[in-house]
Each structure stands twice: as C-alpha cells, then as structure tokens.
C-alpha cells in the first residue's frame, strides 16, 4: 500500500516495522463538549485505513486518546459550576455514543491523559536530564533549539519562525512574561492556578503540556516507533512537531514512520470549528440523516482534500447510498428463491468482472487509501449487477455479488445488511433455552424459539446426540 507521508511529502510503500502488525495513534479530541462534523473526518478516515489494514489481514494496534485536561475544559467547568473531570467523563462518553453512531470502531486503547500523569512526569524527567528541558517558577519547557531537527515535518525553519515572532517577543518580554530562555520553546509542565485540576510533581502541583500527551500516551501503548501517526492538518504544527521534538529527543530514535493529516472539512469554504461558530454537532446532524450518510459522504472525498459541507452535496450523497443499499437488497431477495445450478458462460463472464471490480476497488485503497475511487468502483458493481444479477441468476452468482459488495462496503464502515445476522453465542444460547422449555413442558415457548431461529435462516436437528442447527 502507498502512502502519503507528510514527512517526505510523497507517496511511499507502507512497510511495517513489525512483521504483520501495524501500530497507529490518532490524536484524538478534547473533551469539552459535543464533536462536530469536522472532527468526525480523522475519526472516520483512520477508522477506514484500519478497516482496511485489517482486511489486509494486519494486526493493527489502534490508539486515540481523549484529551481530558485542558483550558476548554476548566473553562466550561466554571461556567456550570461542576468539576472538571465532570465535564470530560460526560462527553468522552457522548463522542463514544458518536463514534458508535458513525460505525467508528472502538480504539484498542483509548488513554486518557489525566491517567497518564506518572509517566509524563518521567518523560520530563528525562529531558530535564538530558538538557532538552528547563524548569522556571514550576513551569517546564522544552528547549526547543536543543533538538536540531525542529520544524522537519512542518518544513519550518527555525530562525524563520524566530523572525516571524519578533513583536510578540517583545511583548512578552516588557509584560515580565518572558521568563523562557527562547520564544520557541513550549510547556511540558505548568503550575496550578486556583480552582484548577492538578498533580504533583517534582516542579511543584500543577498539570502537563498538551502536546506531551501524545508522546507518552502513543510509547506506552505502542512503542517508542510507531507506524502510522495521524491526525487533522491543523495539527502538523506546532502539535506533531512538538511531539516529535520530545520523543525523539527522549527516546533517541525516530519517532513515527509514516504522518497522515486529513484535509479541513469545510463550510462556505471556511474550516469548520468551534471558535468561527460555523459547526454542525454530529449529535444534530444526525437527528437530519442518518449518521451512515455522513460517514459515506466524508469518505466520497479523497482524506487529504478539503471538502465542503453543504445540505445539497449530503443529500446527494444520500442518494447514492440508497443506490448501493437498494442494490443490496434486491440481491438477498434475489438469494432467497434463485437456484442452485451450474453457471452459464455469461454468468462466468460476470463473476469474473466482480473479481475485476475487488481488484480495482483495492487498488484503489492501495493508491493512498483513495476511497472517493473506491466507491466508484462499489458503484461499477452495483451497476454491473442490476443489469446482470437475478432471481433467474445461478444462486452462486447472486451470492457472490451479494457478499462482495457487503465486503467492500464494510471495510469502508458502511453497514449494508437490513438485519445483523444473528451471532452463534446468541443461537447456541436460544437452542439451550429450548432445551429447557421442552424438559419443563413447555412446548409453546420451545416452538416460539424454533420459530424465531427459523426466521433467522437457522435450521434445528434434533439428532441422537443433541441438538445440532445450521444456516439455511
Ligand atoms: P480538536 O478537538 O480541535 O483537537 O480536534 C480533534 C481532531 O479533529 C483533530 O485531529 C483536528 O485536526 C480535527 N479537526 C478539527 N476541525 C476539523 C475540520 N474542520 N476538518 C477536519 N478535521 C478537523
Ligand atoms: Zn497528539
């Protein structure tokens, strides 16, 4: 698979550092209030990438953490007269309830940073001893000049970004705020101020810097080298190069391999986001469309492009996934009643085409995890098979355009099933109740439950040795 490495910005073969296994780390969203339409983008494209992976058949290590201590949060605390640690619990459970609604699939570590506090003590710790970092008046900083290769991602030159701040260092330094040995260096750890969170620390009680999170949250979950490092592009500077500042100034290797930042999503041609007040909450958006619209539209742009939100280009967007959901359904009712028979030369001249169409559909997602092509190659099919699949169709046929689609539409997260099917604990646990109905007598309830697995396609034997089902 090639990807876009901002790192290099080009395009480069994904190798893994471990064989099989692919270890990424989405920075994930600050808990102060309902996520919007724009942070649902890196949430949705990662998701796909490691759906993807997955199919691949990679063991894929995911990692998002929830920003639980921070300004936005002390701030909205104060206002409703709560905790602070109340107002993040409440929404990292709310973008939990989002991220279900988007058939985002639950990270396999979810950190959150005020879980974290001993280990970001020791990685500050660390640059202390290795001079990266300095301690004044119980706040610590890095020393940004120490670490040579500052501003590599963003492609910043150091004294560049100097020169562009030369009034606001000299504001700083006549408002006694100057106390940092350099305009460029940043917070690791900051003291307390009345009313807020903190911890202690050798640097007196206070809490960490934001970009310090991510360091230490992606080398316990991961590694010291992770794989795959993402994010929003507003987060390549300072955010990612403030990371890899530390990391690799602690950890002396490098820190990610691959940088992937999503494009804005974008309203009247201006970012989307909470401070230009120009946002759709998912929470609301999905009380319009479906949720499964939304993540189908994001998906209809290639990750790395703006994308602008308008009611008209969702509502197409709707449209298209019915094309595809109708298409799905009329191939299970298709299922349902063709006949299992050998493929005529035509039938084997389509099943080939749909094998063409997984190809394409994978080089697609292989060429940088191009899914605006990838649906265009769902839409191929689907085309293909209104055309050429049904009732009449061998049986295999019907099948085999029914489950690819499925497949394809499921690595882009897209549910296509009308009914999920009906999961072996869930039958084998229905089997035993029926079971005991009958040992008690109860034979209407052990028909009810035939009957309800019956409807599912499932079939019961009652043999010598128990009972023994299989699917219609
Ligand atoms: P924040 O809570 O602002 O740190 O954002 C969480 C994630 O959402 C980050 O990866 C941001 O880059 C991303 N993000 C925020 N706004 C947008 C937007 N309008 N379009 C795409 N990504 C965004
Ligand atoms: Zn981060």
Redo the contacts with the bound molecule.
């Keep these: 698979m090639k990807i876009y490495n901002t790192m290099t910005r080009k395009k480069e073969d994904f190798v893994p550092i471990r064989d099989g296994k692919v270890g990424i780390y989405?920075?994930?969203?600050?808990v102060y209030d309902y996520?919007?339409?724009?942070?649902?983008?890196?949430?949705i494209v990662f998701d796909t990438l490691r759906r993807y992976l997955l199919y691949k058949g990679y063991d894929v290590n995911y990692v998002s953490n929830f920003?639980d201590v921070d300004d936005k949060i002390i701030k909205r605390a104060i206002e409703e007269g709560v905790t602070s640690s109340e107002i993040s619990e409440r929404y990292i459970e709310e973008v939990m309830q989002d991220m279900k609604d988007l058939n985002v699939m639950e990270a396999t570590t979810h950190p959150k940073a005020t879980e974290e506090i001993p280990d970001m003590i020791a990685m500050i710790e660390t640059l202390i001893e290795k001079g990266h970092a300095y301690e004044v008046n119980g706040t610590v900083y890095f020393r940004t000049r120490s670490f040579k290769d500052y501003g590599k991602l963003s492609k910043k030159n150091i004294d560049d970004l100097e020169a562009g701040h030369r009034d606001e260092k000299h504001a700083l330094k006549v408002s006694g705020e100057g106390e940092k040995e350099d305009f460029l260096d940043f917070v690791l750890w900051k003291p307390k101020k009345e009313g807020e969170p903190f911890w202690e620390s050798p640097w007196g009680d206070g809490r960490p810097g934001w970009h310090l999170e991510c360091s230490v949250m992606s080398k316990k979950y991961i590694g010291d080298i992770i794989d795959i490092h993402?994010?929003?592009?507003?987060?390549i500077f300072p955010h990612h190069e403030n990371e890899i500042a530390q990391s690799e100034a602690a950890n002396d290797v490098e820190f990610a391999r691959y940088w992937m930042?999503?494009?804005?999503?974008?309203i009247d041609g201006e970012?989307?986001?909470?401070s230009l007040g120009n946002?759709f909450t998912i929470r609301d958006i999905g009380k319009k469309y479906p949720l499964q619209v939304i993540r189908f539209f994001i998906l209809s742009a290639h990750y790395r492009s703006p994308?602008n939100f308008a009611d008209t280009l969702v509502d197409s967007s709707k449209a298209s996934l019915d094309r595809i959901l109708t298409a799905v359904s009329r191939l299970e009712d298709a299922l349902a009643v063709a006949t299992d028979r050998d493929l005529t030369e035509e039938e084997k001249e389509v099943k080939a085409r749909l094998a063409e169409y997984v190809t394409k559909y994978e080089n697609a997602m292989e060429d940088d995890l191009n899914t605006a092509d990838a649906i265009s190659v769902i839409f191929e099919m689907v085309k293909l098979t209104n055309s050429s699949v049904t009732a009449d169709s061998a049986k295999s046929l019907v099948q085999e355009a029914f489950t690819t689609i499925g497949k394809l539409c499921d690595i882009l997260g897209i549910i296509t099933k009308v009914e999920a099917e009906i999961l072996d604990s869930n039958i084998e646990a229905l089997i035993e109740e029926r079971q005991a109905a009958r040992k008690a007598k109860n034979f209407a309830r052990a028909d009810e439950i035939r009957d309800t697995l019956a409807a599912q396609g499932i079939i019961l034997e009652d043999t010598r040795e128990g009972v023994k089902w299989k699917r219609a």
């Design positions: 989405v920075c994930g969203p600050t996520i919007h339409m724009g942070n649902a983008r890196p949430m920003t993402a994010g929003g592009e507003d987060l930042h999503n494009g804005f999503l974008k970012k989307m986001s909470k946002f994308l």
